[in-house]
């Protein structure tokens, strides 16, 4: 959702939080709106950045208080569009719906707190991040979607999925365990850490695109400069590492469902990305390149997990 709300351009589509617009349901038309709405939501957003300024220069992040602090563009108001406006708000309602997941999930893990106390504190560890999630959402939105927020946003989302990937082995009845050699599992884990290089190094790529998106997407990939190159060439880094790893992991049979649905994962990555920059960066392919790569990412873990370098193991089924 975060990716169609990136890709449609719609991240100001409601300029306050968690209200949209004031209100709990969204307008549909201008019309429903004061003619000064952009006055009064550039004042309260501007409130809202202060405090965000000073909780920075509280920990030492003065430079970073500063050019917030300092650049007026941030309060520039979009003109209201139903459309962007709605898929704001949709993309919000799939944050209250996980939201309220995440609170009964933490809810059933209670009764875990003397037996398995580990599932207790990661299902609060959880709980934390996603409210420290939400919270941090609406800075992105109060900022006009500064740049670096929405990388810290978008790299929070994928570590409340590891935290909810290893529940979701840890709780299992039936765990996958396949015995491997200890230096395939931490090669594994060297794919996993090279997924989330390629996904800053996409950021990069985004943030450069966002400083383009006034002209035509047509001219976008010609105009960007070194972040595009690095992140197309790094691509071929994942590939062979994951090459190497299905090569390694394919005489395990236990194993081979899983690292080949990896490879699969990682081509259609690639694949969408070769769709992006010779498409002319097709709105619909933007999301389902992060959705891939977020997949991508949890089924790494999965598989890390479920792998166990002891020499007497066998796949519980």
């Not at 015995?179 to 850490?193: D, E, G, R, T, Y």
């Amino acid at each position: 959702m975060g990716g169609i709300v990136r890709a449609t351009g719609s991240g100001m589509g409601c300029p306050d939080w968690p209200k949209c617009f004031g209100s709990w349901v969204p307008p549909t038309s201008v019309e429903q709106l004061p003619e000064n709405y952009k006055e009064s939501y550039a004042q309260y957003r501007d409130k809202k950045n202060q405090k965000f300024v000073r909780l920075l220069r509280s920990i030492g992040m003065t430079e970073t208080a500063d050019q917030i602090s300092n650049d007026k563009t941030i309060l520039v108001e979009a003109d209201f569009n139903p459309v962007k406006t709605w898929i704001e708000y949709l993309n919000r309602i799939v944050g209250v719906v996980i939201g309220l997941l995440i609170v009964l999930l933490f809810v059933r893990s209670l009764k875990y707190r003397q037996s398995s106390p580990i599932l207790f504190w990661l299902s609060l560890a959880t709980l934390i991040a996603v409210i420290f999630q939400g919270w941090f959402g609406s800075i992105v939105v109060s900022t006009n979607l500064t740049q670096w927020t929405i990388t810290v946003h978008m790299f929070l989302a994928m570590l409340i999925v590891a935290i909810l990937v290893y529940l979701l082995h840890a709780s299992a009845e039936e765990r996958l365990n396949i015995p491997v050699a200890s230096s395939l599992k931490w090669w594994l884990m060297v794919c996993a850490v090279l997924l989330l290089i390629q996904t800053f190094l996409g950021t990069q790529v985004r943030e450069a695109i966002d400083r383009l998106a006034s002209a035509s997407r047509d001219t976008w990939i010609s105009s960007l400069g070194a972040e595009f190159i690095i992140h197309r060439s790094f691509s071929w880094v994942l590939v062979i590492a994951h090459g190497y790893l299905l090569w390694k992991l394919y005489e395990t049979s236990e194993a081979k469902t899983l690292t080949t649905t990896l490879m699969v994962l990682i081509l259609a990555s690639v694949l969408s990305g070769v769709g992006l920059a010779y498409g002319g960066v097709p709105p619909y392919l933007q999301p389902l390149h992060l959705t891939l790569a977020t997949v991508t990412f949890g089924g790494q873990l999965y598989l890390f997990f479920g792998l166990n370098s002891r020499n007497k193991t066998v796949l519980v089924k």
